[in-house]
């Protein structure tokens, strides 16, 4: 038996126990303790129960929230009143009371407050959650959806705790008895001394420094992992905030807001996976402003029944639509990197589910030349020093460009990602502004060039040997 083993075992010969009495009582770490009590359990020698507790706290968010009210409740009440509306409740209110129903736009891109905001947002009850939790009282089942909310909202963080116990059995009553003095564990050399070389002196010759040892394999992130923080990292040095969106998104979003026609062969079921159900349309102004670009532009009678469609989303520009809309075009900056999902015939170089990484900026200043600084910037902080671009064709950007970046390596050319301005037909309907600048590439596809990797799928493999001896590529 190992040495943390005994003590475990003449601890629970006095008193059963939690871990940390356990832990006092063996004067061992809680960890070492736990790790000795499943190596017992194993061993049938003990029984160990584990119990879970949950407990919520305000992250600084929900204490702003707490102190100062939401700031969809904020908007409504200067709406009300016809004061100036601040940074906090166009940023973060507007959004908010448009999804709960609260505040609708006019033609002429005013804010009204419906109905419903004037009844609901004085008694918005999040707010009384956050006050229970502040002073520890318990948030009752009727309140669970509107917690769960805030969870995801970040204004509430949830902290789920494990505590274990463990009791000997009777073969660990007789493995306890049998266990006699227990020596005191041999202290390792001292760090100061490996450092400072003095190891090397005669009377400790005798260690064998060229023996071999196990090898010892690390936690690491993945590859993927790895290239996504990095150009997390890279759009927040430029300024831009993070897009998020559901992967099952409606045909409206996905495809109508982004003007391509209801008869696109993009939109059969061998491009597009198709969910049950039906998804509800935005408000009625921004409908009939998408319906009016497809029959003037298309020629044809749009059908709002095939936007209702409810799709797994096939690129992440389904959520730069929605954040162009939501932003009424005022000047921003957006980046998103998300699941993207395509009917696709599985091989070396195709997934049905991949990554994709997204760029927008709405600015009525904005500028084709705009666009390419951006791209040399985002891409020379990848770590691509030669940059070119080449015209191309994109069915909702116009003009439109593929990024080319030259690979060391491979002494070669290879196309990264395609860029453009969202053609007017796409942002005079979602915002009422021109132009929106954007662009896009695979996550998936630089990686692989850059660890020199054939087939796309082994990045979702999970083969330990492989992930263990990757370099990470960036």
């Known amino acids: 038996m190992h040495r943390h ?6 601890a ?4 059963s126990g939690e871990v940390p009495h356990i832990a006092s009582c063996s004067k061992l770490p809680e960890d070492s303790v736990l790790r000795a009590l499943q190596w017992l359990e194993e061993k049938g020698a003990v029984r160990l129960a584990s119990a879970k507790s949950t407990s919520y706290s305000l992250t600084q968010e929900g204490k702003s929230f707490l102190e100062h009210g939401f700031p969809e409740q904020n908007l409504l009440e200067k709406l009300s009143r016809g004061t100036q509306v601040g940074p906090e409740e166009k940023k973060i209110g507007i959004p908010w009371a448009i999804r709960n129903g609260w505040l609708e736009f006019t033609k002429e891109k005013e804010m009204n407050a419906t109905k419903k905001g004037i009844d609901e947002h004085t008694r918005y009850s999040p707010r009384d959650i956050l006050k229970k939790i502040s002073e520890n009282k318990p948030v009752s089942e009727s309140d669970r959806a509107s917690l769960d909310s805030l969870c995801k909202r970040g204004s509430v963080q949830l902290k789920e705790r494990s505590s274990y116990s463990a009791s000997l059995t009777e073969k660990g009553k007789k493995m306890a008895a049998g266990v006699g003095e227990i020596p005191e564990e041999v202290s390792v050399i001292d760090r100061e001394l490996i450092m400072s070389r003095k190891w090397k002196s005669a009377e400790l010759a005798a260690y064998n420094t060229d023996a071999p040892v196990e090898r010892a394999f690390p936690g690491k992130r993945h590859p993927l992992r790895k290239l996504t923080e990095k150009i997390r990292g890279i759009f927040s040095e430029m300024g831009f905030e993070e897009m998020e969106g559901e992967s099952a998104e409606s045909a409206f979003w996905n495809f109508d807001a982004l003007f391509q026609p209801q008869d696109h062969p993009a939109r059969e079921l061998a491009d597009t996976f198709y969910l049950q159900g039906k998804a509800s349309l935005p408000d009625s102004d921004l409908v009939e402003r998408v319906k009016d670009a497809h029959e003037k532009g298309w020629k044809y009678k749009w059908d ?17 639509a929605r954040y162009v809309a939501m932003g009424g075009g005022e000047p921003a900056k957006y980046f ?9 015939q599985t091989d070396f170089k195709h997934l049905a589910e991949f990554f994709q990484v997204e760029g927008i900026v709405v600015w009525e200043k904005a500028t084709f030349c705009d666009l390419m600084g951006l791209l040399k910037e985002f891409y020379g902080k990848l770590g691509f020093e030669k940059i070119r671009f080449r015209p191309s064709f994109f069915p909702y950007t116009e003009p439109s460009l ?4 030259f690979f060391e390596e491979r002494n070669e050319w290879l196309e990264l990602g395609g860029a453009g301005v969202f053609r007017p037909e796409v942002c005079i309907p979602l915002c009422g502004k021109y132009p929106v600048l954007a662009w896009g590439l695979g996550l998936e596809r630089p990686l692989m060039i850059k660890m020199g990797i054939e087939d796309i799928r ?7 040997g492989w992930l263990r001896n990757s370099k990470g590529g960036f």
Do not use: M, W
């Open 5 to 10: 083993e005994k003590l475990v075992l003449k």
């Open 12 to 15: 629970l010969l006095q008193d």
């Open 304 to 320: 709002p029944e095939i936007a209702k469609s409810l799709v797994l989303r096939t690129h992440t520009t389904a959520v730069s």
């Open 336 to 344: 998103c990197v998300g699941r993207v999902y395509r009917n696709e």
């Open 402 to 405: 593929e990024v080319e970046v």
């Open 458 to 464: 082994t990045f979702y493999r999970n083969d330990l």
